[in-house]
């Protein structure tokens, strides 16, 4: 089964440094998402990403994140300056759209994220 | 703002015992709500959907309802069993008309099934 696949599965970082999560979304998805999760918290909404143009970011997106598709298979999300609280596990997920309403997102296993 | 509650953290029960997790809502009902199950370490897997016409969803031993009027979802698991043991969250859409919209969690129920 098709699945969406994370790299690296861990990365350290320190403060004020810049990190790149990258990954691969399911080849025929047209959403992309990516959601943080600060250990023992819930799982949050960051940005989506719809015809290589963001569709809805939150609050917690600030000026700090970017996200980008450089190509045809990859989605990364860019943090330019990381501070202690970007601690999380970073999890990309995507949807194969339907004309029928929202389709269950699948989940790559995350880019757990420590920064020093 | 929507928020959405999960009443209990942890819910521990004894294998071949039904498991029954709450979710509920505040403000306005979501066209759709779903249901997954995150493992430790593990991005969250979807387990099902329901949409707010349907009062209950069954799949296997999994079975979801959804009351709109009391804004409240149940999830069941049937003869329960350790592989089960897992957080299990609720998540709606925001701002679905038209679009896709996002998916917003609970925070989770930890269900741990003893043998």
């Known amino acids: 089964e098709p699945e969406v696949t994370q790299t690296p599965s861990h990365q350290v970082t320190q403060m004020g440094q810049e990190v790149i999560l990258r990954c691969v979304p399911i080849s025929n998805h047209l959403y992309f998402y990516w959601y943080r999760q600060i250990l023992g918290q819930k799982v949050e909404f960051l940005v989506s990403?719809?015809?290589?143009?963001?569709?809805?970011k939150s609050e917690i997106f600030d000026d700090q994140f970017s996200v980008e598709r450089p190509d045809g298979s990859n989605f990364t999300l860019k943090i330019r300056s990381t501070k202690l609280e970007d601690s999380a596990m970073y999890f990309c997920?995507?949807?194969?759209?339907?004309?029928?309403?929202?389709?269950?997102?699948?989940f790559g296993n995350g880019t757990r994220l420590t920064v020093t | 703002s929507q928020k959405i509650e999960q009443n209990s953290e942890a819910l521990n029960i004894q294998e071949g015992k039904t498991a029954t997790l709450t979710c509920n809502y505040t403000n306005y009902s979501p066209a759709y709500l779903q249901w997954y199950r995150q493992d430790p370490g593990r991005g969250p897997v979807f387990l099902l959907l329901i949409r707010e016409n349907e009062k209950e969803k069954r799949k296997e031993r999994l079975k979801v309802t959804f009351d709109t009027t009391l804004k409240q979802s149940l999830f069941h698991i049937t003869a329960s069993q350790p592989a089960d043991s897992a957080t299990y969250l609720c998540?709606?859409?925001?701002?679905?008309?038209?679009?896709?919209?996002?998916?917003?969690f609970g925070k989770g129920t930890k269900l741990s099934v003893k043998p």
């Open positions: 997920a995507s949807i194969q759209a339907t004309v029928r309403g929202p389709s269950p997102l699948h």
């Open positions: 998540a709606l859409f925001m701002n679905y008309g038209g679009s896709q919209g996002n998916l917003i």
């Open positions: 990403f719809y015809n290589n143009e963001i569709s809805e």
